[in-house]
């Protein structure tokens, strides 16, 4: 699936359902469950290769897990690829190169992490065919200055938030993961901008949710509070799956507990 279709749902209204995906036979299962975007996140780095934070991961993890996902999926789902720690960070021209990769491996589009300083390298990639999702909020790759906390919760920050989303947005992002951060600041920032949002942790009033897999499927042994376990309580994983794609479309999930 390419840009302008996944645009034209959310454009209609309908919320956009996003689960992090690393391997072929889950790509297949999101697929045959309606899920709208697999993203091969960084956070494979945790789930999968069992370290404390994602800042292990190469591009060349990326990379592999990218191409995975996508022979699972074989075009019938939306593809949003990260770009790991110290990917892209340096300069646009090092952004580029290491999208044109992720492209290449089959990704429809790449996220990044941070505010204002990306500006530059989103206008670069955006101009040379390269789609951009910016994430905002609690950001995993920095998690040596801030740690896990939620983000946004002062006013001083909160407005930072917001000018940071209006520049990634005016930059060229396409769409914007909001990560643990205020119900208010999220549909503050989801009512300002065009583009739609992505929450995690970010309460209901964003565009669509994503959910990392291994929380939805109550593998992970101290889950965000944000997180919910589908798994309990269905028949399969795929029920799981369904459920949790059903429950973002029928605005029950997050509720106010999984919110910030
Ligand atoms: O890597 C990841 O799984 C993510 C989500 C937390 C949004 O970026």
């Known amino acids: 699936m390419f840009l302008p279709q996944l645009l034209a749902k959310a454009t209609k209204g309908e919320k956009l359902v996003a689960l992090t995906c690393y391997d072929a036979s889950f790509a297949r299962l999101m697929v045959r469950c309606g899920i709208d975007i697999l993203l091969v996140g960084d956070s494979l780095g945790m789930t999968v290769q069992g370290h404390l934070t994602t800042l292990p991961v190469t591009l060349e993890h990326m990379l592999y897990h990218t191409e995975a996902v996508a022979r699972g999926a074989s075009g019938a789902a939306f593809i949003l690829a990260d770009l790991p720690f110290g990917s892209y960070q340096a300069s646009p021209e090092q952004a580029?190169?290491?999208?044109?990769?992720?492209?290449?491996a089959g990704a429809n589009m790449v996220k990044l992490e941070g505010g204002a300083f990306l500006a530059p390298t989103i206008r670069f990639l955006v101009e040379r065919g390269v789609p951009v999702c910016?994430?905002?909020g609690l950001l995993p790759q920095s998690v040596n200055r801030t740690g896990y906390?939620?983000?946004g919760r002062d006013v001083a920050s909160a407005n930072r938030l917001l000018e940071d989303a209006e520049t990634l947005a005016q930059s060229g992002a396409e769409l914007l993961v909001l990560e643990s951060i205020p119900t208010v600041l999220a549909e503050k920032v989801t009512q300002r901008l065009t583009i739609p949002t992505i929450g995690i942790g970010a309460g209901p009033h964003c565009n669509g949710q994503v959910l990392v897999l291994q929380d939805l499927l109550g593998l992970t042994p101290k889950p965000p509070r944000f997180a919910r376990?589908?798994?309990?309580?269905a028949r399969s994983l795929e029920d799981a799956i369904v459920n949790y794609a059903r429950a973002v479309r029928e605005g029950l999930f997050p509720g106010p507990e999984h919110s910030v």
């Open 96 to 104: 580029f190169a290491a999208s044109a990769r992720l492209l290449a």
């Open 134 to 136: 910016g994430h905002l």
């Open 149 to 151: 906390a939620p983000q």
């Open 229 to 233: 376990d589908f798994l309990t309580g």
